[in-house]
């Protein structure tokens, strides 16, 4: 049995990042990732002015309830959607000119519903390009909140980003939602926002958050489950064991249940309160699985669905077209040119058995593919990846750890 320690989660750390800003005094983080997207955040607050120090396993930020600490900014924020989503708005909670780009990715993905949304909400926000997408200034003059409706049915981000800021809203934030899609990080902001001191409801569409502000704390960051699913599958895949300490039964992270799914297929899965392990048992059955509210996962089940001894179909992801790249097509394109049957549909893919040939997996920038695909690679000897380095994006030693990972009996 080999026990693999993830880094943490990007998806909480740049939560913990956001809240740990907003808070009043200086919030401790352990187990922060270090990563290309987490940089960026990092990046990000510093040219708005706040204080974050990072060199040591404890980050210390000290928060400003008042928003940035400069009267005028420029944020690039590379490829990171949490960056291009969550750091306008915290902005807004401010005082100020904020400019906001990104790459030439991040630009191609939306963000016009929350947009939309600010505005609603009194916020002057101005896209310099397509409407909708970055390039954008936000002019701040703090949010006094209210009452706003939201479509998060392309993106669950664009709910976090204003639950977020709800609490330093003067009336706090009341939001309608008119379609959601992974629900679980939804749960995930909630939880993070309590442990900061502030109160949520949700009942049925409706979110709250009351006004009041952040309170400085010291925050444990969990690894990240999404990283945790290529161990998972590997050991699925391969008739190996791994355990993954940090993530059992309490874990926030949605992306848990893909464990779950190896075990609908024969794997052996065990979730303790304090990690998660997977045994392969030589055997992966096909199934028909909903991966709406865990989709970040859906590459990796397609990667290794061609070893299932049935077809694998995943649905209701379409968000997953609007990620890095268009996943779907991406992971049917590149099964296709393993010697894989896949096909796609609005929303779904299926895959059929299969003995796939090494080909190069074409990553389109994806770090969500070139991992995926690096387990495709266990039971396909000569698979290589167009762009390996893609994987800094969330896990820059991915291709070290795995490699050990594979070596191990």
Same mark, same amino acid.
């Given at each position: 049995?080999?026990? @693999?320690?993830?880094?943490?989660?990007?998806?909480?750390?740049?939560?913990?990042?956001?809240?740990?800003?907003?808070?009043?005094?200086?919030?401790?983080?352990?187990?922060?990732?270090?990563?290309?997207?987490?940089?960026?955040?990092?990046?990000?607050?510093?040219?708005?002015?706040?204080?974050?120090?990072?060199?040591?396993?404890?980050?210390?930020?000290?928060?400003?309830?008042?928003?940035?600490?400069?009267?005028?900014?420029? @944020?690039?924020?590379?490829?990171?959607?949490? &960056?291009?989503?969550?750091?306008?708005?915290?902005?807004?909670? #401010?005082?100020?000119?904020?400019?906001?780009?990104?790459?030439?990715?991040?630009?191609?993905?939306?963000?016009?519903?929350?947009?939309? =949304?600010?505005?609603?909400?009194?916020?002057?926000? @101005?896209?310099?390009?397509?409407?909708?997408?970055?390039?954008?200034?936000?002019?701040?003059?703090?949010?006094?909140?209210?009452? &706003?409706?939201?479509?998060?049915?392309?993106?669950?981000?664009?709910?976090?980003?204003?639950?977020?800021?709800?609490?330093?809203?003067?009336?706090?934030?009341?939001?309608?939602?008119?379609?959601?899609?992974?629900?679980?990080?939804?749960?995930?902001?909630?939880?993070?926002?309590?442990?900061?001191?502030?109160?949520?409801?949700?009942?049925?569409?409706?979110?709250?958050?009351?006004?009041?502000?952040?309170?400085?704390?010291?925050?444990?960051?969990?690894?990240?489950?999404?990283?945790?699913?290529?161990?998972?599958? =590997?050991?699925?895949?391969?008739?190996?064991?791994?355990?993954?300490?940090?993530?059992?039964?309490?874990?926030?992270?949605?992306?848990?249940?893909?464990?779950?799914?190896?075990?609908?297929?024969?794997?052996?899965?065990?979730?303790?309160?304090?990690?998660?392990? @997977?045994?392969?048992?030589?055997?992966?059955?096909?199934?028909?699985?909903?991966?709406?509210?865990?989709?970040?996962?859906?590459?990796?089940?397609?990667?290794?669905?061609?070893?299932?001894?049935?077809?694998?179909?995943? &649905?209701?992801?379409?968000?997953?077209?609007?990620?890095?790249?268009?996943?779907?097509?991406?992971?049917?394109?590149?099964?296709?040119?393993?010697?894989?049957?896949?096909?796609? #549909?609005?929303?779904?893919?299926?895959?059929?058995?299969?003995?796939?040939? =090494?080909?190069?997996?074409?990553?389109?920038?994806?770090?969500?593919?070139?991992?995926?695909?690096?387990?495709?690679?266990?039971?396909?000897?000569?698979?290589?990846?167009?762009?390996?380095?893609?994987?800094?994006?969330?896990?820059?030693?991915?291709?070290?750890?795995?490699?050990?990972?594979?070596?191990?009996?």
């Amino acid at each position: 049995m080999s026990a @693999v320690l993830i880094p943490g989660s990007k998806s909480i750390t740049n939560r913990a990042l956001f809240l740990a800003a907003a808070a009043r005094g200086t919030t401790v983080l352990r187990g922060g990732l270090r990563s290309d997207d987490t940089e960026a955040f990092l990046a990000g607050l510093s040219s708005l002015g706040y204080s974050a120090d990072t060199a040591g396993p404890e980050w210390r930020v000290t928060g400003r309830p008042e928003g940035p600490a400069v009267r005028e900014a420029r @944020v690039f924020c590379r490829d990171g959607a949490t &960056v291009a989503r969550f750091l306008p708005v915290l902005a807004a909670s #401010g005082h100020g000119t904020f400019r906001f780009d990104a790459s030439e990715q991040m630009r191609r993905r939306p963000l016009g519903p929350l947009t939309a =949304a600010l505005r609603d909400l009194g916020v002057d926000v @101005v896209h310099h390009e397509a409407e909708g997408h970055h390039p954008l200034t936000v002019h701040a003059a703090g949010i006094k909140g209210g009452a &706003v409706r939201l479509d998060a049915s392309l993106s669950s981000q664009f709910l976090t980003a204003l639950l977020l800021a709800g609490p330093l809203m003067a009336n706090g934030l009341r939001v309608e939602l008119t379609g959601l899609v992974s629900v679980p990080y939804v749960h995930i902001t909630i939880a993070m926002m309590r442990a900061f001191g502030t109160q949520v409801t949700w009942d049925g569409d409706i979110l709250t958050a009351e006004p009041g502000g952040y309170t400085a704390t010291e925050y444990d960051i969990e690894p990240d489950a999404s990283t945790a699913s290529y161990f998972f599958a =590997a050991a699925a895949l391969t008739g190996k064991t791994v355990t993954v300490p940090g993530l059992g039964t309490d874990a926030l992270q949605g992306d848990l249940r893909f464990a779950e799914i190896l075990g609908l297929m024969g794997a052996d899965v065990a979730i303790g309160p304090d990690s998660t392990t @997977v045994r392969g048992t030589g055997r992966l059955d096909g199934l028909t699985v909903n991966m709406r509210d865990i989709s970040d996962t859906m590459p990796t089940l397609a990667a290794i669905a061609p070893f299932a001894d049935g077809p694998v179909r995943i &649905v209701d992801v379409a968000n997953t077209r609007l990620k890095e790249c268009d996943r779907l097509e991406a992971c049917a394109a590149n099964l296709r040119a393993l010697g894989i049957r896949a096909t796609t #549909g609005p929303d779904w893919i299926e895959v059929h058995p299969g003995a796939p040939s =090494a080909a190069e997996i074409r990553c389109h920038g994806d770090h969500r593919i070139a991992m995926s695909f690096s387990v495709t690679g266990l039971r396909v000897p000569g698979l290589t990846l167009d762009e390996p380095a893609v994987v800094a994006k969330t896990f820059p030693g991915f291709h070290e750890e795995f490699a050990a990972f594979t070596r191990n009996p």
